[in-house]
T-cell receptor, first 115, second 113 residues
Framework: AQSVTQPDIHITVSEGASLELRCNYS??????LFWYVQSPGQGLQLLLK??????LVQGIKGFEAEFKRSQSSFNLRKPSVHWSDAAEYFC?????????????FGQGTTLQVKP | DAGITQSPRYKITETGRQVTLMCHQT?????MFWYRQDLGHGLRLIYY???????DKGEVPDGYVVSRSKTENFPLTLESATRSQTSVYFC????????????FGPGTRLLVL
């Protein structure tokens, strides 16, 4: 069965420190890959997505993610975290060739930023 | 303003009552989705729609009904609310296949007593 795993439920980092959020997927082939962010009390917003080509993708707010086929991973990174990055982050996958538009989301990682 | 809106934003109801959550988008996106968000489960798809009058079940459809008579609206109805349906509900829309970005509404927080 297709699945997405975010191993870290909660992460705390100091402001200015680097960040890496992990995402692993289980799929028959390389899927479409997404990272979304949810600020408190709000809906989800797309940070970045990967379809093909360069395995390092850049997103909004200074985030980037790297696709590693051998590890079935799509980890999200930021070199220097800001207090405003405190939010919940979701990794998601979509099936290539599917016309349903459906995505499968991971359970989410809550990021806390210490001053 | 253009975008995707949900109403109500907050709702308290009692078990057994019927509740309808509204979702409206102004982009004329073909696809619309309903998710519920619960601690420890992330977002789970309830129903989705590829176009007006075309709907299909997602991962957790039991106890919910949807309709889509107009492209811009995608209401979600809980026919007889249960406590297990206490959750935050998100509506989303996209232009097409699963490579497209989904745009999310602000959510409806539902409490079933």
């Amino acid at each position: 069965a297709q699945s997405v795993t975010q191993p870290d439920i909660h992460i705390t980092v100091s402001e200015g420190a680097s960040l890496e959020l992990r995402c692993n997927y289980s799929y028959g082939a390389t899927p479409y890959l997404f990272w979304y962010v949810q600020s408190p009390g709000q809906g989800l917003q797309l940070l970045l997505k990967y379809f093909s080509g360069d395995t390092l993708v850049q997103g909004i707010k200074g985030f980037e993610a790297e696709f590693k086929r051998s590890q079935s991973s799509f980890n999200l990174r930021k070199p220097s975290v800001h207090w405003s990055d405190a939010a919940e982050y979701f990794c998601a996958v979509g099936a290539i060739g599917s016309n349903t538009g459906k995505l499968i989301f991971g359970q989410g990682t809550t990021l806390q930023v210490k001053p | 303003d253009a975008g995707i809106t949900q109403s109500p934003r907050y709702k308290i109801t009692e078990t057994g009552r019927q509740v309808t959550l509204m979702c409206h988008q102004t982009w004329s996106h073909s696809y619309m989705f309903w998710y519920r968000q619960d601690l420890g489960h992330g977002l789970r798809l309830i129903y989705y729609s590829a176009a007006a009058d075309i709907t299909d079940k997602g991962e957790v459809p039991d106890g919910y009904v949807v309709s889509r008579s107009k492209t811009e609206n995608f209401p979600l109805t809980l026919e007889s609310a249960t406590r297990s349906q206490t959750s935050v509900y998100f509506c989303a829309s996209s232009t097409g296949t699963s490579k497209e970005t989904q745009y999310f509404g602000p959510g409806t927080r539902l409490l079933v007593l």
